[in-house]
DNA sequence: CAGAGAATAGAACGATCGTACTTTTCTGTC
DNA sequence: GACAGAAAAGTACGATCGTTCTATTCTCTG
């Protein structure tokens, strides 16, 4: 018995799924690279060619796990965060969505970007390119979310939306890394807070 | 014909270090564990047994290069800030020369730790623990000296010295991920201003 | 400058890696 | 329910991994 969503996969298409959820989460614990296809074929329960398969080369696992984990990101933190209204709250939305995503270890290993990227910065390549592009696109919209609060009179306009949602990222990005790193759970406070009275700091003056 | 420093050292200390900066330099780029002995025999122009000789292993070898790097990591970074008289002067030296370190390419792939950290995160042992510990002193190390600016009268005492670490950490990590990815060496002046920034606006208010 | 001990090299090991090929099992359609 | 094609398993390959053991070369001291 199973539950039937709008269209109905192939057996394939469900095991492919499946795969992914899996090499994704062991990527953000093992890192990407060294996952092995052995090792994941064993963790999904599979043969090793049955496993690869699917994907042709590693290289073709490591980049349909970067787009499944990249969908699993938008689910998260993106499409959330487009609930809120346009402005201010929206960027809000953004910050508040990507501490919890940590926060909620959505990957047993934290974000699975700010992983990936560090492994793969000197490894050129599609890999590289792919997950560098999902990262800029989340600080493009970051960005924009920034400048229209800034045209909606929230935020002040005398510091580039650039360099803001590089600072808001910046501190979304340490309770991510600290938290990997010392199993604090306080520092989604920090980042939270510290997000928040910036925001606050940026706001006022109307008229810029 | 060689310089000679304060005390001779024998040559297997010589060629052991002549190991462990190469070491340091690839893990950065490649990671630590990835890094094989092969690979570093090879880039040091040396046989794998021979190089292997000096560690024993290959979490002895990764062991000696996180304390390598250590050692040169407060070189560049904590050594030169103590020149700078304690308080706000301090603070700012300590942030300053990180983003400079992470700049001038200490490390051909940016900050070791930064690199490293996201790979040990959840491979417990001696390694991971080593890790750790070196970018918890960096922090506690940030966070007194960020102390002594508030018994100084410098900074407010209305937030935790603690909570201003990890801000101004988060600032200077962001420009160190930011630049290995897009290689863009504005995020460094981003970080900095944003730091300054921060700073400034925790200035005042002599009385807490 | 001889000789002891450190430093390095060489060769080989079992294990695991990514990948290719073949064979078996399963799925969905008529 | 048979049958074509997809999906999975089985097996084998050369390469490289960390490590061990033995042999050679170098260094420094007496």
Redesign the interface.
Known sequence: MEIQTTVRKTKGERTRDAILTRAAELA????L??LSIGRLAEATEMSKSGLFAHFGSKQGLQLATVDHAAQLFVAEVIAPARAAPRGLARVWALCDHMVAYSERQVF???CFF??T???F???PGPVRDRI?EM??SWLTYLEHAVEQAQEAGELRRDRPA??IA??L???A??SN??Y???RDPA?FD??R??IRERLE?LRGLKAA
């Open positions: 953000t614990q093992e890192g690279e060294p047993p290993g934290g700010a992983a990227s560090f492994e910065n000197n490894k560098e990262i800029r650039r360099e590089f600072e990222d910046a501190l990005q340490a890394a600290q990997q790193l010392f520092v920090h980042a807070r510290a700091s």
